[in-house]
C-alpha cells in the first residue's frame, strides 16, 4: 500500500508532465490487464484496444468519437509506451522552459487531434492506402509529441542537447530529423502513424507562431479542462453578510443598559419564584430564565 500511496502522493504533487506520463502507464496497465482477462476466457484483446484506437474509415469514426482523444493516451506495447514517455520527458521539460503546463497540456490535446485529422484525410482521399483502409487504426502519444518537440525546435532553435553516441546537437535540427523521418516514412508499414506525426508536427509548428502574434491555439483546450474540473470540484460556501448588522450594532454604553434591564428581569423573576413558587411563572418568564441559564 505505501507504492500505491507514493504514487497517488506524486501524481497530486506533480506537474502536468508528470501527470501526463502517468496517465498514458495508467491506461497502458489496465488496458493490459483487461486484456489478459479477455484472453483467459478465450476473448480477444481486440475487443479492448478497438475501442480506444481511431479507425481509418470515416462511417466507424462517428460511431467512435471518443477515439479522437483516447488513441493518444493508448499503446499496445512496451516499447512504444517507453519511448514515447521518455521521449515526451524530455521535450516537456524543454518545452516548460518557455511556456506554461497548461500550454504543455493543450498543445499535447491540439497535437494529438491535429495528427488524427491528418491521419484521417489521408487515408480517405490518397488511393494508396484504400486497400488499409478497413483495418488500420490509430494509436500512441506519438502526435502530440511531436508537436511538443517540434514547438521547441521552433522556439529554441539554437538549444544544444547532448545525444549518445553523436554528442551535441541543435534542437532545429533534432526537430528537422524527426519530421523528415516522418515525411519519408509515410508509405512505410507504419504509414499512419507517420502521418500523426506530421499533423503533430504542423500543430506544434502553429503553436509557437500564433504565440509570436498573441495568440493561442491551446487556450479553448485549457478553458474546456477548468470547466471540468469545476463540476468535480466541491462547491465552496458562501457566507452572507448581514446588511443589518453594523446597523444594529449597539454601542458600549447601550450594551451595558441592555444588560442591567435584562438583569433587573431575571432579578424580579427570581424573587417571583421565592414568593410564590417556580409554577407561578409565565411561560414568557420560564423562557427568558430558561435562555439566561444557557447562557451562564
Do not use: C
Not at 483487461?34 to 475501442?51: A, G
Not at 419564584?273 to 411563572?281: A, E, N, P, R, V
Amino acid at each position: 500500500m505505501a507504492f500505491v500511496d507514493n504514487l497517488t502522493h506524486s501524481f497530486k504533487n506533480g506537474n502536468q508532465l508528470i501527470k501526463l506520463i502517468y496517465i498514458n502507464a495508467a491506461v497502458f496497465l489496465l488496458t493490459n490487464i483487461i486484456s489478459i482477462i479477455l484472453s483467459l476466457f478465450n476473448l480477444p484483446p481486440i475487443l479492448v484496444w478497438t475501442q480506444l484506437a481511431i479507425p481509418a474509415e470515416i462511417n466507424q469514426l462517428a460511431f467512435k468519437p471518443w477515439t479522437l482523444v483516447s488513441y493518444m493516451f493508448f499503446h499496445q506495447e512496451l516499447f512504444h509506451i517507453f519511448f514515447n514517455m521518455l521521449s515526451l520527458f524530455w521535450f516537456g521539460k524543454i518545452f516548460l522552459m518557455y511556456f506554461s503546463e497548461k500550454q504543455l497540456v493543450g498543445l499535447y490535446v491540439v497535437g494529438g487531434l491535429a495528427g488524427a485529422a491528418v491521419y484521417m484525410v489521408a487515408y480517405n482521399v490518397f488511393p494508396y492506402f484504400q486497400p488499409l483502409i478497413s483495418r488500420s487504426v490509430l494509436l500512441g502519444a506519438s502526435g502530440s509529441i511531436m508537436a511538443i518537440i517540434v514547438a521547441t525546435a521552433v522556439k529554441s532553435p539554437n538549444m544544444n542537447l547532448q545525444l549518445m553516441l553523436i554528442g551535441s546537437v541543435k534542437l532545429k535540427y533534432i526537430g528537422m530529423m524527426v519530421v523528415a523521418t516522418s515525411f519519408f516514412s509515410i508509405t512505410s508499414e507504419n504509414g499512419g502513424g507517420e502521418l500523426a506525426h506530421l499533423g503533430g508536427a504542423l500543430a506544434g509548428y502553429l503553436f509557437v507562431v500564433s504565440l509570436q502574434r498573441k495568440v493561442d491555439i491551446t487556450s479553448w483546450v485549457s478553458w474546456l479542462l477548468d470547466q471540468v474540473a469545476g463540476i468535480f470540484s466541491p462547491r465552496k460556501l458562501k457566507v452572507k453578510k448581514n446588511s443589518n448588522f453594523n446597523r444594529n450594532k449597539m454601542s458600549d454604553a447601550d450594551y451595558n443598559m441592555y444588560k442591567a434591564q435584562k438583569m433587573a428581569n431575571i432579578d424580579k423573576i427570581l424573587d417571583k419564584i421565592k414568593t410564590s413558587g417556580y409554577d407561578s411563572l409565565t411561560s414568557d418568564e420560564k423562557k427568558r430564565l430558561f435562555e439566561q441559564g444557557n447562557q451562564a
